[in-house]
Structure formats: C-alpha cells, structure tokens
C-alpha cells in the first residue's frame, strides 16, 4: 500500500486536485493500491495552522511514498509575515528536492490549440530541468528596507555538479541532447555553471553539449523549440522559460512538474499557481494535475500501464474537443473530470 501525502492548498489547487484524484481513484481499481493522506500548505495552513509549511505536514511528506502538491498564493496573504511563496521554498528546502523536472510535450491532436503556428510546434518534446534549492531564491544576505533590497546568487559547486548529472541523465534517456542555460557573459555563478557543464561533459560522451545565454534561449524557444530535448538551468531562469514555454501545447494549464531529492522522494505539482482570477468559478484545466500524478505513476511507482491508461483516456477526450476553457473549449473543471471518468469506464 503507497503512502501519498495531498497538500491541495490555495485558489484552483483544491479544484484540480479532486478532479485529478476522482480520476486515480476510478482508474486504479484492482491495479494499484494507495492510501491519501492530506495536509495544509500555502494560505490555507497560515489560516488553519498559523504557518504556510506546519512542521505537521513537514513530517507526513518525510514520512510518505510521494507527495501531490495543487498550488499555492493568492492576494489574501500577500502582506503575511510568512507568505504561502515562503512556505513553498522552505518545503522545497526541508524536503532536499533539488530537481525539478518541467517536461513540454506537444500533443499532436491539439496542435491547433498552440497560439503559435503548427509547423513551428510540430514535434516539440522537452524536458526542462529546473535547479530548485539554490540560486537567487536562496541566496544569503537578502534583505529589504523602504528604499534598498538585497537578493545574492549562490551556487556551490555540489549544488551545480547533482543538477547536471542529473540533466545529463536525462538526456541519455531521451534525444541525448543537453543545453544548457545560463548568463555567464554577466553573471559569475553563470560561468561556474558552464565550466561545471564542460568538466562533466566527457563522462556522458553519447550526449551533445550546447550552451545558450538565457536571453537568446527565450526567443529560439518560441522560433525553434525542436530544437531543444533537455535544458538545464538555475532556478530562476527555469521558473520563466517553463511558463514561457507552456504556451507551445496551448495553455499553461497542461503542465505538470516532478521534484526529486537525493534519496528518490518525489513531490509532483503542476507549474501554475493558484489562478485567482480563475479560482471558485469551476474553470481550471485539472490536466496539469492530471499530468503531476502520471508522472508520480511512472516515477515513483513504476506503474507505466496505468499512467499510460489516464493519460489515454484525457487524451481521447480532448481529442474530441472536449477539454476547458483556457484550451479553447466549453467545459468545466467537472465536466471535463466526469468526460475523463466515463471514457475510463468505457
Ligand atoms: P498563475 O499560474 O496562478 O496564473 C497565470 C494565468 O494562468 C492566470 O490567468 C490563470 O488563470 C491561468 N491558469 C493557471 N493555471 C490554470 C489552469 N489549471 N487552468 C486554467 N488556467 C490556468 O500565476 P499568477 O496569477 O501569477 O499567480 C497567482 C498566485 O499563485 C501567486 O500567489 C503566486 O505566487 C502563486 N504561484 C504558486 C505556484 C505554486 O504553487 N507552485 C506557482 C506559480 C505561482
Ligand atoms: C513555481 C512558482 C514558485 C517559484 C513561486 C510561487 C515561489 O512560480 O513553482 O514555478 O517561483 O518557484
Ligand atoms: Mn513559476
């Protein structure tokens, strides 16, 4: 029996992690074997609990198989001493997960749902991976006055040399190409990073190295984006060209992320945030949940069959036109949901 902590949190991420669940829940009859437990994160532990990351579910995540994460935020707490963002990073932190995997998949049957013309998206499939505890998001001084703010970039060669490993691992996997993303005509953490990518380039001799400066990177992502198979890059930078790159399959509702520490724990959440434009109003695209729990499947458990079941049957449906507003259709969160659960029955 799997142990799989829920933090549902703030805005849509409650709404898609029920629709996301119900699905599990109905596709994993007779196959797979689970037990949900939920804990507060984000806004709503400040509210329940008094801090955005309680020590309560700190223990549960460090005590389960994998952890699924909604999102987080929203303008309620956004003057708290100990924001929801806070809560996030000190999780990211007390959990060690260093990695964040962001792959962009374009689905050929919604090739048209992209706002950027078909025959520059035809293809696209890559995986971006994030550096997640370091970087400009960590680094120490870091202070704010009325008229004066201080934010450091730190990076430590170990904190450098796992992520590429990792992202060279990856490649190996996939199209074994690696590029790599940086700002080292600027930035000094930047050419630690590319000469780390260089020293560890020849233990991985079947893959192809690139380096792209992060500016020219955001444009050739939109103009060319077969062009890349996996991009590695620190953690500010990965957070702006996955965004960036959702657009490719339509909508950043699609996407979902994989988090993993040194020992194996994976924590996996869509890259959006709570949508509070959107949040109540059973609007949310729940396929970035969806997608977070195929990869927690695959993974974590290593039940390929039926990640490939769910995401079949997601798939089958959107092809229909089915599928919510942000993609261009008609449908709710539920609706949508309930569309999935009946083609899982079929
Ligand atoms: P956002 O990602 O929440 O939303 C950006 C836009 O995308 C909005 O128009 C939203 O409606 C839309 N969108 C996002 N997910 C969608 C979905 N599943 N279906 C349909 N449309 C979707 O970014 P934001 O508005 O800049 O941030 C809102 C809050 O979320 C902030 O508090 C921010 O700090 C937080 N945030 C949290 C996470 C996280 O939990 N990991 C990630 C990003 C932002
Ligand atoms: C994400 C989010 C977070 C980040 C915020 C909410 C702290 O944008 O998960 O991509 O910047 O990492
Ligand atoms: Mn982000």
């Known amino acids: 029996m799997k142990k799989i902590v829920t933090l549902p949190g703030d805005g849509i991420g409650p709404e898609i992690m029920e629709a996301a669940l119900n699905i599990l829940e109905v596709a994993s009859v007779g196959k797979f074997d ?18 955005p990351f309680p020590e309560i579910t700190r223990e549960a995540c460090l005590k389960s198989d994998a952890i699924l994460l909604g999102a987080i935020g929203g303008p309620k707490w956004e003057q708290a001493e100990n924001t929801p963002e806070m809560g996030l990073l ?3 932190k007390a959990l060690g997960l260093f990695s964040n995997l962001r792959p962009i998949q374009l689905n050929e049957t919604l090739i048209n749902r992209s706002p950027l013309k078909a025959e520059i998206v035809k293809g696209t499939d890559m995986l971006i991976v994030r550096e997640l505890t370091g970087g400009l998001y960590f680094g120490e ?49 930047s050419r630690l990073w590319r000469r780390i990518v260089n020293e560890i380039a020849p233990q991985y001799p079947d893959v192809r190295v690139e380096h792209l400066y992060i ?22 930078f990965g957070d702006i060209l996955s965004d960036e790159a959702s657009v490719i399959t339509g ?29 109540g109003k059973n609007l949310a695209n729940p396929m970035s949940m969806i997608y977070s729990i195929t990869m927690m499947l695959r993974t974590s458990f290593e039940e390929f069959a039926l990640a490939e079941k769910i995401e079949k049957a997601a ?32």
Do not use: C
Request: aromatic residues 4%; proline residues 3%.
């Open 34 to 51: 689970y037990q949900i437990e939920e804990h507060a994160i984000g806004g709503d532990a400040i509210d329940s609990k008094g801090h």
């Open 251 to 279: 909508s950043l509702g699609m996407m979902p992320s994989a988090s993993l520490n040194e020992d194996g724990l994976g924590l996996y959440e869509p890259i959006h945030g709570s949508a509070p434009d959107i949040a």
């Open 141 to 189: 001084p870091k202070w704010e006055q009325e008229d004066e703010a201080l934010d450091t970039t730190h990076y430590t060669r170990k904190e450098v040399e796992r992520i590429i490993h990792l992202a060279f691992q990856q490649a190996q996997n996939r199209k074994k190409h690696l590029t790599s993303v940086d700002k080292a005509n600027v930035l000094s953490t």
């Open 90 to 92: 000190q999780m990211r």
């Open 315 to 346: 798939e089958t449906v959107m092809a229909r036109g089915v599928m919510s507003k942000d993609m261009g259709g008609n449908e709710s969160t539920e609706s949508f949901t309930q569309a999935v659960i009946t083609e899982l029955r079929k």
């Open 215 to 236: 500016d020219a990177a955001s444009m050739k992502l939109v103009t060319n984006p077969t062009d890349f198979d996996v991009v590695v890059t620190a953690n500010l």
